[in-house]
């Protein structure tokens, strides 16, 4: 078998996390940890049903710690490097992120069949609220956690939480 024809695995808990750290001390850059969690995210590892929802969680934010954006072209966000703008966030948000991510999968571990009923939840709530404010009418809502690259409990942007950021693709150059 070559390895062109063998399976991706998804990488487990203990391997986000150990990336997670290396990113959070300054160990390894942000674009190595987005290149590292593309197949998971973007390629066809993406496909991969993961027994750890909160897996998928952790890759998502590591391909989006590379994020960066231009004062000057406000609400346009793109995967860049080091130089090409100002990142979206702060070595304390990483730091912070890993730090809440950790407590999440202390809760899930606790009770996972909770866990998932609290975030279908708190997902159908969102939702709600949101077709609410826009004056729409709601929906029914699909199940946030059948998909497997649904955020999960961070499904919903924040506005208070600067990881909860959607991303773009990098902006065209004209």
């Known amino acids: 078998m070559s390895d062109l024809d063998a399976t991706l695995l998804p990488p487990g808990r203990v391997e986000v996390a150990a990336r997670w750290h290396a990113l959070a001390r300054g160990e390894v850059t942000r674009e190595t940890v987005h290149a590292w969690a593309v197949p998971w995210v973007e390629g066809e590892g993406a496909l991969v049903d993961f027994e750890d929802p909160l ?11 590379d994020l960066c954006q231009d004062p000057s072209r ?36 606790e009770d996972p069949q909770g866990w998932i009923q609290a975030v279908r939840e708190q997902a159908r709530a969102s939702i709600q609220a949101e077709e609410e404010e826009h004056g729409r009418r709601p929906h029914a809502v699909a199940d946030p956690t059948r998909h497997p690259t649904t955020h999960l409990a961070d ?9 909860s950021r959607q991303s773009h693709d990098r902006p065209d150059s004209s």
């Open 55 to 65: 897996v998928v969680t952790a890759l998502q934010y590591l391909h989006g710690f």
């Open 74 to 109: 406000p609400g346009v966000v793109w995967h860049g490097t080091a130089g090409e703008g100002e990142w979206c966030h702060s070595p304390d948000d990483i730091a912070n992120g890993l730090t809440r991510w950790q407590a999440k999968c202390a809760l899930y571990d």
């Open 155 to 163: 499904s919903y942007p924040r506005p208070d939480d600067p990881m």
